[in-house]
């Protein structure tokens, strides 16, 4: 049973360039959540897929924008990358649903710019 | 968004076992209280969650305080594998984004 699969695991842009990362579910999964993290800093939330649709969003410009797919898959685009954008980003998905829902973790994309 | 307060770092042996503390004064009646953990190189790994009673499972045990403001997460007997950092986190009931904060970095010495 695959886990959450992130790609690419490194990548690296110039500032003022657009990225676009990938992420699949764990099989039956529905729900999607990104997270950048910052070295030696805990992950911060930057939003929240479900049916296709932002359910929720943390403290990140509109830079940061996103898009899951009817197959659950999720993609995360940042445009006019700034140096501060440099960060691990981890995708996470679980079921949708009221409480207590474990969030399952890829390993992340390493993002440097440059 | 309610916080936690978790140590910066935290040392135990090989095979003791290990108490992680965790306070969230501010937490609400309908937040639930999980625990993660990193290891280097990696993304967090879900290890236990609760909402007003202890919990246990194969990883680990989880309890709460009556008054819910804080909570331990207990390592049986620590192995060198248990080494990462832990974060406490409340979620809240619907939506179920998670809040990180700065966790505690556990090492474990043979």
């Known amino acids: 049973d695959a886990g959450v699969t992130q790609s690419p695991t490194h990548l690296i842009k110039t500032r003022g360039q657009q990225v676009t990362l990938r992420c699949s579910p764990k099989s039956g999964h529905d729900t999607v959540s990104w997270y950048q993290q910052a070295l030696g800093q805990g992950p911060q939330f930057i939003f929240q897929y479900y049916e296709e649709e932002e359910r929720q969003r943390g403290n990140f410009p509109d830079r940061f924008s996103g898009h899951q797919f009817p197959n659950y898959s999720s993609e995360l685009n940042v445009n006019a990358l700034l140096l501060g954008d440099s960060a691990l980003y981890l995708c996470?998905?679980?079921?949708f649903g009221e409480g207590g829902q474990p969030q399952h973790f890829g390993d992340g994309t390493r993002l440097s710019i440059l | 968004d309610a916080k936690t307060t978790q140590p910066n770092s935290m040392e135990s042996n090989e095979e003791e076992p290990v108490h992680l503390p965790c306070n969230h004064s501010?937490?609400?009646?309908?937040?639930?209280i999980h625990w993660y953990r990193q290891l280097p190189s990696q993304g967090p790994e879900y290890v236990i969650h609760?909402?007003?009673s202890n919990v246990n499972n194969r990883m680990a045990s989880l309890a709460i305080a009556e008054d819910r403001k804080s909570s331990t997460l207990i390592l049986h007997r620590a192995t060198l594998r248990d080494a990462a950092v832990y974060y406490c986190i409340l979620q809240y009931n619907q939506g179920g984004k998670l809040i990180f904060g700065q966790g505690t970095e556990l090492s474990v010495k043979p």
């Open positions: 501010t937490i609400s009646g309908t937040d639930y």
């Open positions: 996470a998905s679980s079921l």
């Open positions: 609760g909402l007003t």
